[in-house]
């Protein structure tokens, strides 16, 4: 892991214990990395986790579909880490599937519903095929589809930034990747087999109008206002004109790609702005924008004011205004 140090269960506090306990009863295997990023704090841990219970590990949706979904937003999101993982699960259901995403291929997946959701997964910052359901999903899939949709992308952003490029951190000299993978198979399709089980609260919070897409399954739409309201209430240390001048670029923007000129974009706009948070704009905007950018002097340069727990924060305070950005043309 790079860049923060992912506390233990002896060493977190008890909701930390708690939530790990949880994830080690529900999942096989050890930790994974993706809940070990958010550690350092627990709340923040706790909200993700249910996240992930109530979009990905729960809910009519096949796992197979959501996988589909996560391959194909991980690949826009160009998030290798995420994507291997995916395509690796996909084949559990079918081998095509797995083939279809590694060589590009997406004509090789033969159901045309799962063929369809592949496409739309792929163009999630095209708004226009966003907001076209019949060029993705049936409506009775809506929430548990864009869910998974937001989940990844979320994910994604803060996998890219403090975690490396593999699953299995390994060269694939001698076939030695591909003999772990192998191992790890056992454990891998138990995992794509799991499915938990829901308990339904007795209340639950209005949701926002950005929250419309969760209106058919209220525990996938309290969880994400949950993770929004906390982020916005940790991320209090940020002037409101940093968050002000960050959130006019994120909500101008239309998807699309910053490409090569992604570095001289960024520097320009810190230079029109009068701030002494550039330090912390670089990160938002790196984080929003192309976190796999995101680099070992632009995260010194934010440390060197700010500490591991603010830089969790302010990753994810990003990725969640690019999930409500996305939400935003639908």
């Known amino acids: 892991m790079k860049y923060i140090n992912p506390k233990s269960s002896k060493k977190g506090d008890q909701l930390l214990k708690e939530v790990y306990q949880e994830i080690k009863s529900s999942l096989p295997g050890p930790i994974a990395p993706p809940y070990k990023i958010h550690s350092i704090d627990s709340k923040l841990l706790s909200i993700y986790w249910d996240i992930n219970k109530f979009t990905y590990f729960s809910g009519d949706l096949s796992r197979t579909l959501k996988d589909v979904v996560a391959a194909g937003v991980s690949d826009a999101n160009e998030c290798p880490f995420c994507y291997e993982s995916h395509t690796e699960l996909l084949q559990f259901e079918n ?42 999903y049936n409506q009775e899939d809506k929430t548990e589809i864009i869910g998974t949709v937001l989940m990844f992308t979320y994910t994604n952003i803060l ?19 591909n003999l772990m993978w192998k191992m790890a198979t056992p454990m ?5 087999n799991i499915k938990l089980e829901r308990v339904d609260k007795e209340e639950y919070n209005e949701l926002p109008n950005t929250l419309e897409w969760a209106d058919q399954d209220l525990l996938i739409g309290n969880s994400f206002n949950n993770l929004y309201e906390y982020l916005e209430k940790e991320s209090s240390f940020l ?6 001048i960050a959130l006019q670029k994120i909500n101008s923007w ?28 670089n990160i938002i ?20 004011n700010h500490n591991e727990s603010q830089l969790l924060i302010v990753v994810s305070w990003s ?11 639908l």
């Open 95 to 136: 081998k095509e599937l797995k083939q279809a995403f590694r060589t590009k291929n997406l004509d090789l997946i033969k159901d045309p519903y799962t063929k369809k959701l592949a496409k739309y997964s792929l163009n999630i910052y095209n708004p226009n095929i966003l907001k076209n359901e019949s060029l993705g």
């Open 159 to 177: 996998t890219n930034i403090f975690l490396y490029e593999s699953v299995i951190p390994l060269p694939n000299r001698f076939g030695l990747r």
């Open 188 to 192: 891998m399709k138990k995992a794509f």
């Open 239 to 244: 002037s409101d004109s940093t968050k002000e």
């Open 254 to 281: 239309n998807g699309e790609s910053l490409g090569l000129q992604l570095n001289a974009t960024i520097a320009q706009w810190l230079k029109e702005c009068e701030t002494k948070d550039k330090d912390v704009l």
């Open 285 to 304: 905007y790196k984080s929003c924008f192309a976190s796999y950018t995101m680099g070992e002097k632009d995260i010194n340069s934010f440390l060197s």
């Open 319 to 329: 990725a969640a205004q690019i999930c409500q950005r996305i939400s935003s043309w």
